[in-house]
């Protein structure tokens, strides 16, 4: 995998080598890199780091990957089409709602249509091209988790005691911890497009029948 980047110094454009030189900087959203070659996944983590993005993990096999997820909150996966267990889709399915993919891979990878959470980039891809989409995809996070926050401030006791009734009953029913519950209804509730009040009442309606 060949990446270059191009940078302005003194008036002049220089190429320079992806990976020579690192930099500081912490991202607000995980972002975890997954290639079944280590040498393109360190290749793609450096031109991440080098842009002032902090990388959670470099894997080479999805089971790292969930293993990195199921210890952040939210993130990216930026990965290839086809990892050392399992392919792209597999690992999206896996993944919790708060993650996103960007898949890299040859366009006829993921032209045909890619999955909900999977935005794809065509490969040979160009440096800015990558930092430009990660950029895009944090903002949309971050959006979505203000969104979340500014709902929370605005529940009444009353859709507070729905959402843990639901969380109750998914303890109850399905042996579920508090938090598993919890991330249960909120992966629910993205992959609806619903909120966590809609999301706790059809919960609610369909295991009380």
Not at 42 to 67: F, H, W, Y
Request: aromatic share 4%; hydrophobic share 40%.
């Amino acid at each position: 995998m060949r990446i270059t980047a191009r940078r302005l110094q003194s008036g002049r454009s220089e190429d320079i080598c992806i990976g020579c030189r690192s930099a500081g900087g912490v991202s607000l959203v995980s972002i975890i890199v997954a290639f079944s070659n280590k040498d393109n996944a360190a290749k793609i983590r450096n031109l991440i780091v080098r842009s002032g993005m902090d990388v959670t993990g470099v894997c080479t096999a999805g089971a790292q990957v969930l293993q990195y997820a199921d210890m952040a909150d939210e993130g990216i996966v930026v990965c290839g089409y086809k990892l050392k267990d399992m392919m792209y889709t597999g690992l999206r399915e896996y993944l919790p709602g708060e993650f996103e993919m960007l898949l890299m891979a040859s366009a006829d990878k993921w032209t045909e249509g890619c999955m909900d959470g999977v935005i794809g980039l065509s490969m040979p891809v160009k440096a800015y091209d990558l930092i430009n989409m990660l950029e895009t995809m944090i903002h949309t996070i971050e959006q979505r988790r203000k969104k979340r926050k500014s709902d929370q401030k605005n529940r009444n006791s009353q859709q507070k005691a729905l959402i843990t009734k639901a969380k109750e009953l998914l303890m109850s029913r399905n042996g579920m911890s508090e938090e598993e519950a919890h991330r249960y209804l909120q992966k629910s509730s993205m992959d609806s497009g619903t909120n966590m009040v809609e999301t706790a009442e059809m919960i609610l309606s369909v295991m009380t029948k």
